[in-house]
């Protein structure tokens, strides 16, 4: 399995920065790289900067948001650094990217809180210029910052975008048609219910509509659709919610002692005792007794590869 990630080149180790070291991260090429294949950009040195080099900050002037050097604000590399971005996010786009993993708190790289200077303070709210152009053109595209892939829930979050976009391209093989495009919906129906119920009806209603549009027209629409879905983090209310549609499905199937098994099992994770693992592990065995196609398709139950552990901590 290769999934196209880009990633901030000091992230992956590449002694990039401005001092000549890098930000290698273990997460990142010890647990995701048998499954990544990543593109290492260094929005600096990609446009034209030296390592070692003087340090550069975001600085708001009345007209932009600007970047220049720290101690110089009359070198400015603000058109430098734009026009490298918009380059590189043309040619990301027909690279079938699936991610992108960025270096927190650069003024180029950062995904937010970047600290912007201005004459007499400085605030923690902007983002990185590169990054900035990137998720505007790419809107679709899950962005994270190696930093938050240290928290449980912003990691899994991330991961199951990742491989949620990966899973749409390759229903896809390269020509949306609206047949393909319903079938992997109808796939996602729990997965997305468990991020958003809204936004599960908005999908489901222009789904509906696919007819009316040109298909590529379409699919662009429905990917950063479902993508915006994505990115709001999953709950337990909804989880459990999510848990109970699953369990309905089983009430022929199952005798009293099991039913109350898995009820048991649904109440403990809502309540925080159990990890999301535990009634999932117990409704994929319960599918190994008594199969269903339709349940057995769904995201919702294998999002990512076990052996991610992701679902432990969640
Ligand atoms: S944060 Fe971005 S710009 Fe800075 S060294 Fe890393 S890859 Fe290069």
């Given amino acids: 399995m290769t999934i196209n990630i880009g990633i901030s080149s000091c ?44 340090t550069i900050r975001l600085i708001s002037n009345e007209e932009r948001i600007a970047l220049v050097d720290s101690k110089d604000s009359t070198l400015d590399y603000t058109d430098s650094m734009l026009n490298f971005a918009k380059q590189t996010a043309n040619r990301l786009k027909t690279a079938e990217l699936c991610g992108y ?12 809180r970047v600290k912007v200077y201005s004459k007499n303070n400085a605030t923690k709210n902007g983002v990185g210029l590169y990054t900035g152009v990137l998720m505007e053109q790419m809107p679709w ?21 990742v491989f949620c976009l990966h899973d749409l391209y390759q229903s896809m093989d390269g020509e ?19 991020h ?11 789904v509906a509509k696919v007819a009316e549009y040109d298909i590529d027209e379409f699919f662009t629409l429905y990917r950063t659709q479902l ?26 199937e199952l005798d009293s002692p099991q039913k109350q098994a898995l009820a ?51």
Avoid: W
Wanted: aromatic share 10%; proline share 7%; charged share 20%.
């Fill in 11 to 54: 992230v992956i180790g590449e002694k990039v920065r401005f001092d000549g070291g890098h930000k290698h991260n273990k997460f990142v090429e010890k647990v995701l790289s048998p499954y990544f294949n990543y593109i290492p950009i260094c929005p600096e040195v990609g446009s034209g900067m030296s390592v070692p080099r003087p």
């Fill in 101 to 112: 993993i960025v270096c927190a708190n650069s003024p180029s790289c950062g995904m937010e």
């Fill in 141 to 161: 595209l899950p962005v994270e910052e190696d930093g938050r892939l240290n928290d449980p829930v912003l990691k899994e979050n991330f991961i199951t975008r």
């Fill in 176 to 194: 949306p048609t609206a047949g393909k495009i319903i079938a992997f919906h109808s796939r996602y129906k729990y997965t997305l219910m468990s």
């Fill in 196 to 206: 958003s119920t809204a936004g599960y009806k908005a999908l489901g209603q222009l």
């Fill in 227 to 252: 993508m915006q879905t994505m990115s709001i983090r999953a709950t337990r209310k909804n989880n459990t919610n999510v848990l109970m549609h699953l369990q309905g499905y089983f009430k022929k």
């Fill in 264 to 314: 048991q099992l649904i109440q403990e994770y809502n309540q925080g005792i159990l990890p999301l693992l535990s009634p999932i592990t117990l409704i994929k065995h319960y599918l190994s007794l008594h199969n269903n196609d339709y349940l057995k398709q769904q995201s919702f139950l294998d999002p990512y590869p076990q052996e991610l552990r992701l679902r432990y901590g969640l």
